[in-house]
């Protein structure tokens, strides 16, 4: 079955950091672009980072650049999200995806959601 698992949210303070995992299962990892996203009450969804299938290639959403990595580590069917330097709008709930072949700014373009991960940046 395609899942996708998210872990490692948690409640931090501002300037802290975070990685989230997001283990894959039931399908070829190694064939999809993993992107993350993220939704905090009452906005909507925003693609935050997404990576190639091989890892070669990244993408960032400017207000994460510089502070956020993405990793993957296709052996393990796992892909990462380091998060540092951590601000209060970087609150909500993370969520991965995959989508076949190539990343997409589109959420729409993306399948088998995780259940989220709770991240909450607060002194």
């Known amino acids: 079955q395609f899942q996708l698992v998210e872990s490692g949210g948690g409640l931090v303070q501002p300037g802290g950091a975070l990685k989230l995992s997001c283990a894959a299962s039931?399908?070829?990892?190694?064939?999809?672009?993993i992107g993350w996203f993220r939704q905090a009450p009452g906005k909507e969804r925003e693609g935050v980072s997404c990576?190639?299938?091989?890892?070669?290639?990244?993408y960032f959403v400017d207000s994460v650049k510089g502070r956020f990595t993405i990793s993957r580590d296709n052996a393990e069917h796992s892909v990462y999200l380091q998060m540092n330097s951590l601000k209060p709008e970087d609150s909500g709930t993370y969520y991965c995806a995959a989508r076949p072949w190539f990343c997409s700014g589109s959420s729409s373009d993306f399948r088998a959601w995780g259940q989220g991960t709770q991240v909450t940046v607060s002194s």
């Open positions: 990576i190639s299938r091989s890892g070669d290639t990244t």
């Open positions: 039931g399908f070829t990892v190694n064939h999809h672009a």
